[in-house]
């Protein structure tokens, strides 16, 4: 059974930081492609960033340069350091693990990821 835990939300000013984290478990092989989504209310979900297991991660336009994605095999732990918050950086985040492999590993492609943790709100204001 594949759980994928989101922490580290919350609410901060513009310019602050946040780091999130994804803890895996159940789940094999934490080095292959893992990403990070958010979905604002009332938008459609959005593709943030992804890292695949040879250490390529690709991110979207919109936090490119604000944004970094890692992992910590060791720890089976995905991370996101976010930086230079907006107000447009409001949204629920989400973790999830590809289980899709005809897809490359982009935050473009939702539809290779199957595994999905539970949200975190991340508030900017």
């Known amino acids: 059974h594949v759980q994928l835990v989101v922490s580290g939300g919350g609410s901060v000013q513009p310019g602050g930081s946040l780091r999130l984290s994804c803890a895996a478990s159940g789940y094999t092989d934490i080095s292959d492609c893992m990403g990070w989504f958010r979905q604002a209310p009332g938008k459609e979900r959005e593709g943030v960033a992804a890292?695949?297991?040879?250490?390529?991660?690709t991110y979207a336009d919109s936090v490119k340069g604000r944004f970094t994605i890692s992992k910590d095999n060791a720890k089976n732990t995905l991370y996101l350091q976010m930086t230079s918050l907006q107000p447009e950086d409001t949204a629920t985040y989400y973790c999830?693990?590809?289980?899709?492999?005809?897809?490359?590993?982009?935050?473009?492609?939702?539809?290779?990821?199957?595994?999905w943790g539970q949200g975190t709100q991340v508030t900017v204001s």
């Open positions: 890292f695949d297991g040879i250490g390529r991660p």
């Open positions: 999830a693990a590809r289980t899709k492999f005809g897809y490359s590993c982009s935050p473009r492609y939702p539809m290779a990821f199957g595994y």
